[in-house]
């Protein structure tokens, strides 16, 4: 069952990987089945490099177990939670990434200072309060703070980010932690100049036109 969406997902947490956003089994990366009613999680503690996609769990939005004989990620009751309350979002990432991590241990948002954060991010990412690995809050306070956006700053603990589907989710991790390595690179030698409200508006537009999927207009 969901031969391809698995795969996708362990692909997912190895660019995670090579991009620097997790380590070991850190993180996790689940999609949501819309039609079926059916999530899909990494398991709880696997290295990611050992995962094949008979590893991912198939669960129902109680939690129960559809498919699959691996523990399930211990982030789950979280992300259930997200996928709950955000009809929108078929796909949620959670990541230890360093950089983002950093910005909220001194920051209450990571500006939009580059464009990419907000071709990928939407806007501005709020840092949200602290909450533990394994608990409800990650998910209450990700659908608190998030703001629309696709992305969210777990105080003292690590990112959340979210999409329609898994490659918006991917993305929003992704540069994100670039525009915090930028944006930290630039503090550290004075003010950095920031987009303006018109500036992010533009730069979510211009993404949506971003890559291959899209139609060319006529």
Do not use: C, W
């Not at 956003?21 to 999530?39: D, T, W």
């Not at 983002?100 to 309060?129: F, H, I, Q, R, S």
């Not at 100049?193 to 899209?214: S, T």
């Amino acid at each position: 069952m969901y031969e391809k969406e698995k795969q996708d997902i362990i692909n997912a947490a190895l660019a995670l990987k090579e991009y620097r956003l997790i380590a070991l089994s850190g993180g996790n990366v689940s999609i949501r089945k819309p039609a079926e009613g059916h999530i899909l999680v990494t398991p709880s503690g696997m290295m990611y490099e050992t995962m094949v996609p008979d590893d991912v769990v198939v669960i129902e939005p109680t939690g129960a177990v559809v498919e699959g004989t691996r523990r399930v990620s211990v982030d789950t009751e979280a992300i259930l939670y997200i996928y709950k309350h955000m009809p929108e979002v078929h796909s949620v990432i959670h990541t230890h990434q360093v950089y983002a991590t950093a910005v909220g241990l001194v920051e209450d948002v990571l500006p939009a200072a580059v464009t990419t954060l907000p071709n990928a991010t939407l806007g501005p990412v709020t840092v949200a309060p602290y909450s533990s690995a394994a608990s409800l809050e990650m998910g209450i306070h990700t659908v608190k703070y998030i703001n629309h956006k696709r992305a969210v700053i777990l105080k003292n603990h690590g990112v959340i980010t979210v999409g329609g589907n898994l490659k918006e989710a991917l993305y929003a991790a992704v540069y994100l932690e670039d525009a915090a390595k930028t944006y930290i690179a630039a503090k550290s030698i004075g003010n950095p100049a920031l987009l303006d409200e018109e500036q992010v508006k533009v730069a979510v537009q211009k993404f949506e036109e971003y890559g291959q999927e899209k139609k060319a207009k006529e």
